[in-house]
């Protein structure tokens, strides 16, 4: 088993969960949404080290929680910017080692399993970029003026985190997206408009972020399925 680098985000606003303080600390069964992520990752002897990126605003609120979970080996508290792409870019430039396979996941996706970690960092390994993503289960309205279609759900999967790259190819693929203004959804579009291949692991769907209050009830029903 191949070991990684993983940068794990928290610097966003969490503006749909309408919650009254930042998602990340939103607490689930005890424990806030964050430490769930870092839990996982903290467990995977392959992990040597973590770039979590945060709102400056907020550095002080995570490096409390930190020290009180005893998470302060293989960390850095790296400072994002406005957008997503922004945080990614911060966290790619603060690596130690610029070689190797980098992860990077949203600190918003709590359940994923080391399991298809590890498959996914093989893939990465092989082919230079990889993600782990669900087949579509809803059918897909492609609505635009001259109308409306249906896409093929045969062809569509939804995207998860993580997504894992060599380290070269997703620092040239971020450099150029920044240089050109291109803005994506998530780190491997920006392969794929490179024309370079990327490939799917399947995950679960489990795998879920939590974007919307809904979500919350939902990760409390995943966490019981654990206890
Ligand atoms: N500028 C940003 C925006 C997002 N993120 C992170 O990227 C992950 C996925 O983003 P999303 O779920 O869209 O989070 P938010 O941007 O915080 O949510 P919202 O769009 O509702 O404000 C989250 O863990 C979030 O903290 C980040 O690090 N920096
Ligand atoms: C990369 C990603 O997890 C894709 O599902 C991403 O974080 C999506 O963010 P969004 O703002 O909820 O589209």
Sequence with gaps: MLSYQIIILAAGQGKRMKSDKNKQFLMLKG??????????????????????????????????????YGYQERIAVVHGGAERQDSVFAGLAACTAEEGIILIHDGARPFVSLE??????????????????????????RVT???VTTLDRKELWAAQTPQAFRYS???????????????????????????????????????????????????????????
Excluded at 127 to 141: E, S
Excluded at 190 to 209: A, F, T, W
């Design 116 to 141: 298809n970690v590890a498959t996914l960092v093989n893939k990465a390994y092989e082919k230079g970029a990889a993600l782990l993503a669900v087949p579509v289960t809803d059918t897909i309205k």
């Design 31 to 68: 424990k806030p949404l964050i430490i769930h992520t870092l839990d996982i990752f903290y467990q995977d002897p392959y992990c040597q080290s973590i770039q979590l990126v945060v709102n400056p605003k907020e550095e002080a609120d995570i490096q409390t929680l930190l020290k009180e």
């Design 169 to 227: 190819v997703i620092l040239h693929a971020h450099k150029q997206a920044k240089e050109e203004g291109y803005l994506g959804t998530d780190d491997a579009s920006l392969v794929e408009r490179l024309n370079q291949p990327v490939e799917i692991v399947q995950g679960s769907y489990d795998n879920m972020k939590l974007t919307t209050p809904e979500d919350v009830e939902k990760a409390h029903a995943i966490l019981s399925k654990y206890d």
């Design 145 to 147: 003026e001259s109308g």
